[in-house]
């Protein structure tokens, strides 16, 4: 076994590059309806503070937003932002857009009622830093809600071909 540490910063350097290489909010619009179960599954409430991790183009933001919420969406590529803030607009939902690295979230501690992602926080190199910020940053007694893909489905299965082929840095989950 390779005891060499995954050097996080030239993983997620290489990751931002290829989210921002596509129109990958093209795909993510595909998606909404995984927002909007999300956010019942979360039971959102009117003027809930909700955080989207590693939003994307904003589905669950949207979704939280539809309801009430007060939103910050956030990502680390500024172009998929960009085009959560113009769905945004066009429904008149008032939802603030943030840069931001879902393993470093720049939010006080019990920031949030809400913390949400769908099919973001899950491609962090980091799992475990991720998860203690979405920790941090949901109050005491606030609720998390993701949505992922599993190793054992369709999309999990799709990821471990590729992966035979373009293998993850040793050491990467």
């Given at each position: 076994?390779?005891?060499?540490?995954?050097?996080?910063?030239?993983?997620?350097?290489?990751?931002?590059?290829?989210?921002?290489?596509?129109?990958?909010?093209?795909?993510?619009?595909?998606?909404?309806?995984?927002?909007?179960?999300?956010?019942?599954?979360?039971?959102?409430?009117?003027?809930?503070?909700?955080?989207?991790v590693?939003?994307?183009?904003?589905?669950?933001?949207?979704?939280?937003?539809?309801?009430g919420?007060?939103?910050?969406?956030t990502?680390?590529?500024?172009?998929?932002?960009?085009?959560?803030?113009?769905?945004?607009?066009?429904?008149?939902?008032?939802?603030?857009?943030?840069?931001?690295?879902?393993?470093?979230?720049?939010?006080?501690?019990?920031s949030?009622?809400?913390?949400?992602?769908?099919?973001?926080?899950?491609?962090?190199?980091?799992?475990?830093?991720?998860?203690?910020?979405?920790?941090?940053?949901?109050?005491?007694g606030?609720?998390?809600?993701?949505a992922?893909?599993?190793?054992?489905?369709?999309?999990?299965?799709l990821?471990?071909?590729?992966?035979?082929?373009?293998p993850?840095?040793?050491?990467?989950?």
């Open positions: 076994m390779d005891n060499t540490p995954v050097d996080f910063a030239a993983v997620k350097t290489r990751q931002q590059a290829a989210w921002s290489s596509g129109d990958y909010a093209v795909i993510g619009t595909t998606l909404q309806g995984v927002g909007e179960s999300l956010a019942e599954a979360c039971d959102l409430c009117w003027d809930e503070r909700v955080l989207d590693a939003a994307g183009n904003g589905n669950a933001s949207l979704a939280a937003a539809r309801r919420c007060r939103v910050i969406s990502d680390y590529v500024a172009a998929l932002l960009d085009r959560g803030a113009e769905r945004a607009r066009a429904e008149r939902l008032n939802i603030a857009f943030q840069a931001a690295d879902a393993e470093a979230l720049p939010f006080a501690d019990a949030f009622d809400v913390v949400l992602s769908t099919f973001g926080v899950m491609f962090t190199p980091d799992q475990p830093r991720a998860a203690a910020e979405m920790l941090r940053v949901c109050r005491p606030g609720r998390i809600g993701l992922n893909w599993t190793p054992d489905g369709f999309i999990g299965q990821f471990k071909t590729l992966g035979r082929h373009l993850p840095p040793a050491g990467l989950k």
